[in-house]
């Protein structure tokens, strides 16, 4: 039976989605012409229209709250839990559109969208099957139905348009880590594998019957028979127009790198332009001058990329893998940036960060999506190979999520009353996230106590969380104000 508290926090909740709507609408106001002529020729008036101000982000998710803690009040407690336990559905069918390409089938038949006989057609699904799959869709607010098997692009789907990077993203939670996320129940009671933080005993070492850590078995190159046959172990394999390309070489002699390890590099520009573009503006770049900005594993340099175009003065240094460096040297930033290049703003050096950092006294160190793939041991020694290399001047930015708790944090922005203080609802898909990186390497998502115990380990100091209008924050640490005053001198 409800009470007067439910109905008193239902009070609340109307309260806030009148504020947050009034918030949204007088944003939108701002942000964009109120011209349609105008704004159809011109499309976005912001110049990063994928960056909310700090007023619309805060209503943004205020609003995406309150439609979490609504259901909580008004559903049916046994419907949303049978809802919640088959929610991995709803996934496998984004990642059958996605990996099919239909929001871009569907764009190609302009504003009159397309039927499912033509996507069907396109996509070689049987009609009425895929049908279904749309309307799973529909249902859940991706796509729209505009008349009885005729679809369209909603607001939603729409960002999947000539967009390769989210597509990446979506698909590579259907390889690999979808079979991973299957063998989680087991391995969460497995008599070796419970206790263990080690990134070689998981889940997904579990699921495709493998020893190896997730990052060689990328890197693997395979031939196309492989891919035919499907993965080790659970895995089915990938599937879509990456099995096919691989499969069409099946006659070849040659080699073909994994159809997943191209996913994962598209995945990670993808991730990094929805959760990143705060990065960029939230963080006092322009005030470090011509500062030298360290990219610890930072892949093809794709953060530093978009800081290059922004902030002209700073300068860089990529550090990784060699191959992934020489795809970064050769082909990513003299297509996006050539002048970083000539004029020897940028450097690419190969290295491992479990050993000392080979730039002394940078300005900034940047870890990137980095410490919440390794377990807190591992995290320990990537930032005492960075402090050896430190001087007083220098500071890591570590750009992870920080992950509250309903209950909060007196170092986070709590939501308001009655929601859940981590803003529930808005924040799933971090938790989703932290899961996936549980079961495929032993990954955390850190809290800010999690983040500051790993931090002091390593003999440095939390200085300060970045908030940014993003789900992932930035974390600053320095060397301790002790070492500070008989260490090298700054400047």
Known sequence: MRTIQDAYQMLQLLELTQKSIHQIIGEWATEYSTEPSRASKLGTEKKDSSLPSRELYEARRTLLAVTGKLVEL????????????????????????????????????????????????????????????????????????????????????????????????????????????????????HSDFANSYSVSETSFQKALGISKERWNWLEEEISPTDVQNGGPGKYPGCFGPEYSSAIAQIHSNHTIKRPEHEIFGLAMLGGGKITGVAHLYDFPWSSLGKATVVDVGGGVGGFCLQ????????????????PVLQQAQNTVWPKENQSALDEGR????????????????????????????????????????????????????????????????????????????????????????????????????????????????????????????????LVECTLPRVEETNGVEGH
């Open 74 to 189: 008004v559903a049916d407690p046994s419907e949303r839990l049978l809802e919640v336990s088959s929610s991995y559905n709803e996934a496998r069918c984004l990642h059958i559109a996605a990996s099919l390409r239909i929001a871009d089938i569907i764009h190609a038949g302009g504003e009159a969208g397309a039927s499912i006989e033509t996507l069907s057609k396109q996509t070689g699904v049987e009609a009425a099957k895929l049908g279904r799959i749309m309307r799973c869709l529909c249902s859940n607010h991706v796509f729209t139905e505009i008349k009885d098997n005729w679809f369209a692009n909603n607001h939603i789907s729409q960002a999947l348009v000539d967009n390769e990077p989210l597509r990446a993203y979506i698909v590579m939670f259907s390889f690999d880590l979808y079979t991973a996320s299957d063998s989680l129940p087991r391995t969460l009671m």
């Open 307 to 322: 800081l290059s175009h922004i902030y002209p003065e700073l300068n860089f240094v990529v550090l990784d893998r060699a």
């Open 346 to 473: 940028v450097k690419f050096i190969p290295h491992s960060f479990f050993e000392e950092n080979p730039i002394k006294g940078a300005d900034v160190y940047w870890l990137r999506y980095i410490l919440h793939d390794w377990s807190d041991d591992y995290c320990v020694q990537i930032l005492e190979a960075i402090k050896s290399s430190m001087s007083p001047k220098s500071h890591i930015l570590i750009c992870d999520q920080v992950m509250n708790t309903t209950a909060g944090y007196d170092s986070l922005v709590s939501a308001p009353s009655p929601l859940p203080a981590n803003y529930g609802y808005y924040t799933r898909y971090s938790h989703q996230r932290d899961i996936a990186m549980m079961s495929i390497i032993n990954g955390i998502e850190r809290t800010p106590a999690e983040f500051k115990n790993i931090i002091e380990r390593a003999g440095l100091e939390m200085s300060r969380i970045w908030d940014c209008r993003s789900q992932v924050s």
